[in-house]
């Protein structure tokens, strides 16, 4: 399989957040074309993922809302993929489509 067939993996929001000090910070989560779920960046405090240890990475905060990490999150796709958000959105389907067909 050349690079060119390998599955294409891109950053969006799916609301995972943690609380620190009141203010939610969000964390962006990488899905993979075709393979069924999803990746936080990082271990979410919130007790998602079960309980932090030391060893755990800390998360990726990329905003305090929904709306500006999905935007920070297109911005990733585009520079560092060459993605556009209507394609990142096909991804995640083929992904949901991955999870449903078990």
Known sequence: MNNDDAPRTIMTSLHIADRIDGV???????????VAGYRPMG???????????????????????????????????R???????AEAL?????SMRAQNSH
């Open 24 to 34: 939610l910070h969000f964390i962006p989560c990488a899905v993979t074309e075709n």
């Open 43 to 77: 271990k979410p405090q919130n007790g998602l993922l079960g309980p932090r240890t030391i060893d755990d990475p800390m998360p990726w905060y990329w905003g305090n809302t929904d709306a500006e990490c999905q935007a920070l999150c297109d911005s990733y796709n």
């Open 79 to 85: 520079t560092t993929f060459d993605i556009e958000p």
């Open 90 to 94: 096909r991804i995640v389907a083929s």
